[in-house]
């Protein structure tokens, strides 16, 4: 094979390999929110994927430092979500968060990360 129609095939590759790398990345980096109806009215389609589910903290609370069981409620449904790890600070009933985690077969949401939003001192 010539050098030449070598360099071309392997710059081809290299090109190649690295649009399917950005591709496979962002699939898995954009992830929208996925609305707590969707979850309960197609559950099978969610199974085993990292989702993330926005929503107001309704209670009961339950738990303990380390673990935590609530209801979490968007416009139109709730789901529970059970979460292991260390309970963010401003973690409370009646704050909006985001919960990231998957959905088990019992229609229950496992988080693995919650987010809640920063308490502003300019808020009145």
């Known amino acids: ?3 030449k129609l070598l360099k071309i095939l392997i710059i081809l590759a290299i090109i190649f390999v690295a649009g399917y790398l950005i591709f496979q990345a962002s699939t898995t980096i954009v992830n929208p929110y996925i609305p ?3 979850l309960k009215n197609n559950p099978q389609a969610y199974y085993g994927k990292e989702i993330q589910v926005i929503g107001n903290v309704t209670g009961p609370l339950t738990g303990d430092s380390q673990s935590l ?3 979490l409620k ?3 449904d709730d789901i529970i979500v059970s979460y292991k790890g260390p309970i963010p600070q ?3 009933e009646g704050i909006n968060v ?3 985690g998957e959905l088990d077969t019992d229609g229950q949401l496992i988080a693995n990360q919650i987010l809640t ?3 502003s001192k300019y808020a009145t």
């Open 1 to 3: 094979m010539k050098p």
């Open 36 to 38: 707590i109806s969707d």
């Open 69 to 71: 069981k609530f209801m």
């Open 74 to 76: 968007d416009e139109q």
């Open 90 to 92: 401003n973690f409370m």
């Open 98 to 100: 985001v919960v990231i």
């Open 117 to 119: 939003k920063c308490p």
